[in-house]
């Protein structure tokens, strides 16, 4: 399946033209890369919870939100969904979690890989990895190696040297698009190396011309979506044809058992005042349409659905 690069539709410019729009990153990798610990460390507060252990903490995809120079920078953290042990069934339940809450689809893809010994189970899962998202999704794709303390100051391009040949490898295929973290720095060391990871980013969806990664899965997960938005909408304005008309058989009924036309200015100033509250109240659930879908179980069994009838997932 060939996968597409579509410009952001939150904006008509795409995100390189706008100033507003979402920045989409998806953290993938083996259990106990520090997937969580980075993820916190963008997004410079603690969302994902995050211990050193052999068995994955976290259990599904979770979604966490910051802000990078006026952008909202939107960051999906995985369990070990790659894990060669992992189980199908549980494995596409959790890829359905986070195409919904990557939808219309990330802009980049960070895989995160701990420095030191580089296992043959771990070149496995890092392999499983490139192959499920496919080749064309590499474009999007940044290395992202965590433990850098563990360097105990050496310098990053000195490691190389010595590393295990398949990390060599990795860095080579992905055109030297990597960042190096510690995800016990605080201060300015926090904010320099989130910096540098933002801005490759940023390059990266520059190269792509403002898109972001989509495939025929993806596809279809936005158009279910859409469809849910479409049906939601249509009850939010019901709703407020239904408050509307209440209002105004309420306030009828008293003004016209009113004799003075004073309280009857006044009853009417009321209801004018309570329609505007509630139109701007549903209108204001139509505009959030889109999240209150996100938060509902029955958007995942959907996609679930969805995603069961293709013979492959994220392939190109």
């Known amino acids: 399946?060939?996968?597409?690069?579509?410009?952001?539709?939150?904006?008509?410019?795409?995100?390189?033209n706008s100033g507003d729009s979402q920045l989409r990153l998806v953290l993938v990798g083996k259990t106990g890369a520090g997937k969580s610990a980075t993820g916190n460390s963008i997004l410079r507060?603690?969302?994902?919870?995050?211990?050193?252990?052999?068995?994955s903490i976290t259990k599904h995809c979770e979604k966490g939100s910051s802000t990078w120079k006026g952008r909202e920078v939107v960051v999906i953290?995985?369990?070990?969904?790659?894990?060669?042990?992992?189980?199908?069934?549980?494995?596409?339940?959790?890829?359905?979690?986070?195409?919904?809450?990557?939808?219309?689809?990330?802009?980049s893809l960070l895989l995160v890989i701990p420095l030191g010994h580089y296992t043959p189970e771990d070149q496995k899962a890092t392999e499983k990895i490139l192959t499920m998202f496919g080749e064309r999704a590499r474009e999007h794709m940044i290395l992202l190696f965590t433990r850098k303390d563990d360097l105990e100051g050496m310098d990053f391009r000195d490691y190389l040297k010595q590393a295990p040949t398949a990390i060599q490898e990795l860095i080579h295929k992905f055109r030297n698009r990597y960042c190096v973290f510690n995800n016990k720095a605080t201060g300015a060391e926090q904010e320099d190396q989130r910096e540098q990871l933002l801005a490759l980013v940023q390059d990266v969806v520059n190269k792509c011309k403002g898109r972001y990664y989509t495939n025929s899965q993806y596809q279809k997960t936005e158009e279910e979506i859409q469809k849910q938005i479409q049906v939601l909408q249509e009850y939010y304005r019901a709703e407020l044809e239904r408050a509307k008309a209440q209002i105004k058989q309420e306030f009828e009924e008293e003004i016209r058992k009113l004799k003075d036309e004073l309280e009857q200015q006044k009853r009417k100033v009321e209801m004018e005042r309570q329609l505007a509250e509630r139109e701007a109240y549903w209108i204001s659930r139509q505009q959030t349409a889109r999240d209150d879908i996100l938060s509902q179980n029955k958007i995942l069994e959907i996609i679930l659905n969805v995603l069961r009838g293709f013979s492959s997932l994220f392939k190109d």
């Open 77 to 107: 953290d995985t369990p070990g969904l790659f894990d060669t042990e992992a189980p199908d069934a549980e494995t596409l339940k959790e890829i359905s979690r986070c195409m919904v809450l990557t939808s219309p689809g990330p802009h």
């Open 45 to 55: 507060k603690k969302v994902f919870l995050s211990s050193f252990s052999a068995v």
């Open 1 to 16: 399946m060939a996968a597409q690069y579509l410009s952001d539709p939150r904006t008509s410019h795409g995100l390189a």
